[in-house]
């Protein structure tokens, strides 16, 4: 994985020392509240119901066990004794003090991590896919594209204050694991037919009130052009967003109120003008970045096989793990959804547990995932029934991923001063309501998805189930969707009708399985039987 | 009008009422001008080479289009004073610089010694705006 350089640990050095100044000036007076906000957001700093929440950002979702480790060590010295890992493949401390922030940050420096612009109206952390790197499907490894935009992003002077938040994702296979479309930019390397590496630019997409799936807008651009067409994406955004309705500022209501072909030539044009200047990284920087991103040293003899007569370890095995690109290594997932658990919680024990098995089993590598779920990349076969036996003794090893207690949810109104409804109770109560294993079988592949506002954080526009939040007089109400996928059968979920209370929605959702069970054909998923029988069905059965 | 509180410029200051960019079209005898946020700074080129001053107003300095037009004026070879005005405070200061800025008048002045601290803060840049005279660390890994 990347390793800083000089160069990357002197400015964000320097960033801790803008920052640790700019608190300064806040506690001492000189900035008020409402000048520190935008101040304190480019570096992932909330105020939230309770207190401050310090965002802390995980480039492409890559750690090391170092890393990770300090994350755990943030929890129990900054926090209490908690981190929540976010869809944004980043993690949260939900009770910072404004004083100590910086004092985190620093600490944070030292293992090569930061907080920059991981909120506010910049370009945001680069996501990418989970499995990248071990993935058998990927054409290259789609992470040495994103660190070289993570720099370019990186306090780029021009693109500090945009209209509103903007979020970048690089993948480089055919499957898509990290909702590339739903990105304000989707970055997808390709090959053209020469065989060259490209990237293939979508732009406009994204959640929140206005869903809306990322249309191609351009199908190559040469990787020596890369930042160029990046930067020209951006300054139309930048020069033509909306910033009259915040709620209709994100380049989505760009594209789609000039329409994509219009926003398309704009860009073209800027991108021509831009080609002039002398902006663009030679490859040799890319050649850089990528030689930290070579395959670790795997055992080409190490062996294919496992033993699975231990019952608990094989469910485990067949829900958790995924195939990996070299023999005699799987992709191993750590669910941090336990039952009745608060999704993507975990404990500062568990995550330094989690740090020692990717340094020991996995060539020192974790990921999060957007599923707010930590995956071992580079797990030997052979190591796997140890690897299991750590995180089962630590109640890390539910064997639900994809399926219907594997719940992607925002924070909700427990903590977030956005939220109109409380997302956590919700996914533990359904957690609970499906807590027999035999039952999550029987279901198979269900992905639900909560967002207890219609900022969309939990998602819930892709979910296979999606339920938003909303406040209906003053209580707390529920609205159903089915049908939506964050995969590259991208689509966004549509709602069923009125909404629930909090029992309601956990009793339609259990409705809503039982038609499928009853009306799925062959190895239909939940999605694929909705799909093909439409939502007639499940209506009449949710409120018939 | 508002004092420049920094220059980063030799020549005399420029002292001309700035007229709006929709009437400049129309005033040939016009050599300052101002930008709004709304405003197409390329509208500004075909007469770049009778313009001594571009002011560009930044009614709140979280509406970034101001950098854009900077960049853009820069980019087509403007090099008379650019002046950032309006709310323009310190956390701002080092961006608008390497954005092509080169004079400040924020509406109310700023504290002198967080603003030095603000000039010299980031010895390293990421990128390269090829209109700050910086250059870039990807170009220090890589000498030419």
């Known amino acids: 994985m990347y390793k800083y350089d000089e160069y990357d640990h002197q400015m964000v050095a320097t960033r801790v020392e803008e920052f640790r100044d700019q608190v300064r000036r806040r506690i001492s007076g000189e900035l008020t509240e409402d000048q520190f906000k935008p101040l304190r957001l480019q570096n992932g700093l909330y105020l939230q119901l309770h207190a401050y929440m310090l965002r802390v950002a995980i480039p492409y979702g890559t750690l090391s066990g170092a890393q990770m480790h300090l994350l755990g060590d943030i929890a129990d010295k900054y926090d209490r004794g908690y981190g929540h890992f976010t869809t944004r493949q980043n993690i949260q401390y939900n009770w910072i003090k404004l004083d100590q922030t910086p004092d985190a940050l620093a600490e944070l420096a030292t293992v090569e991590m930061h907080a920059i612009q991981t909120s506010g109206n910049c370009i945001r952390n680069i996501s990418s896919d989970q499995f990248a790197g071990a993935a058998a499907d990927e054409i290259v490894d789609p992470r040495p594209y994103a660190e070289l935009l993570r720099q370019w992003s990186s306090f780029h002077p021009e693109f500090l204050v945009l209209p509103r938040k903007f979020k970048i994702c690089v993948i480089a296979s055919e499957t898509d694991r990290a909702a590339m479309r739903l990105h304000d930019i989707g970055i997808k390397i390709v090959r053209n037919d020469a065989g060259e590496l490209g990237a293939q630019f979508y732009a406009g997409g994204g959640m929140g009130r206005t869903p809306m799936i990322a249309p191609m807008i351009r199908d190559f651009v040469p990787l020596d052009q890369l930042i160029t067409f990046s930067e020209a994406c951006l300054r139309v955004y930048n020069r033509y967003g909306r910033r009259d309705n915040k709620y209709k500022a994100r380049i989505k209501i760009l594209v789609h109120e000039l329409g994509r072909d219009e926003y398309v030539r704009q860009v073209e044009e800027e991108f021509a003008h831009l080609l002039t200047q002398p902006i663009e990284p030679p490859l040799a920087e890319l050649e850089r970045i990528r030689a930290h991103f070579t395959d670790p040293a795997f055992d080409p003899s190490a062996p294919d096989d496992l033993d699975l007569s231990d019952p608990d370890f094989r469910l485990w095995v067949e829900r958790n793990t995924t195939a990996h690109k070299q023999p005699g290594y799987v992709i191993a997932t750590i669910s941090l959804k336990p039952i009745g658990g608060i999704p993507g919680d975990a404990s500062a024990d568990q995550i330094r547990l989690m740090a020692q098995l990717g340094r020991d089993y996995s060539f020192d590598e974790l990921r999060v995932t957007h599923a707010q779920n930590i995956v071992l990349p580079h797990v030997r076969k052979a190591d796997l029934h140890t690897v299991w036996q750590a995180l089962d003794g630590a109640g890390l090893a539910t064997p639900n991923l994809d399926m219907v207690g594997d719940i992607i949810a925002c924070p909700g109104l427990d903590y977030c001063s956005l939220a109109n409804a409380r997302s956590i109770p919700l996914a533990q109560k359904i957690s609970q309501r499906f807590a027999s294993p035999e039952k999550q079988a029987e279901i198979g592949e269900l992905k639900v998805k909560i967002s207890g506002c219609i900022n969309a954080c939990g998602h819930h526009h892709a979910g296979h189930i999606g339920i938003l939040g909303v406040d209906k007089k003053g209580l707390e109400n529920y609205q159903l969707s089915f049908g939506g996928s964050e995969g590259a059968d991208t689509s966004l979920a549509r709602i069923t009708g009125p909404g629930f209370t909090e029992d309601g929605v956990v009793d339609a959702v259990e409705k809503a399985t039982q038609v499928y069970l009853a009306n799925k054909q062959g190895e239909e998923r939940f999605l694929d039987t909705y799909r093909r029988i439409g939502m007639d069905p499940f209506k009449e059965a949710i409120y018939g | ?144």
């Open chain 2, 1 to 144: 009008m508002v004092e420049v509180q920094f220059r980063f410029r030799d020549d005399e200051a420029v002292n001309d009422p700035a007229v709006t960019v929709d009437s400049f079209a129309d005033q040939s005898n016009a050599t300052a001008v101002r930008i709004e946020p709304g405003d197409d700074a390329r509208a500004l080129l075909p007469a770049l080479d009778r313009i001594a001053l571009v002011e560009v107003n930044f009614p709140a300095w979280t509406d970034g289009r101001g950098y854009s037009s900077a960049r853009i004026l820069r980019e087509a070879g403007y090099a008379g004073e650019l002046r950032a005005v309006g709310d323009v405070v310190i956390d701002m200061l080092g961006h608008l610089r390497r954005c092509g800025f080169d004079a400040f008048a924020p509406d109310k002045p700023l504290n002198e010694a967080d603003a030095s601290a603000a000039w010299s803060r980031w010895d390293n840049v990421y990128q390269a705006t090829a209109v700050d005279g910086r250059q870039p660390i990807w170009a220090k890994r890589h000498p030419a």
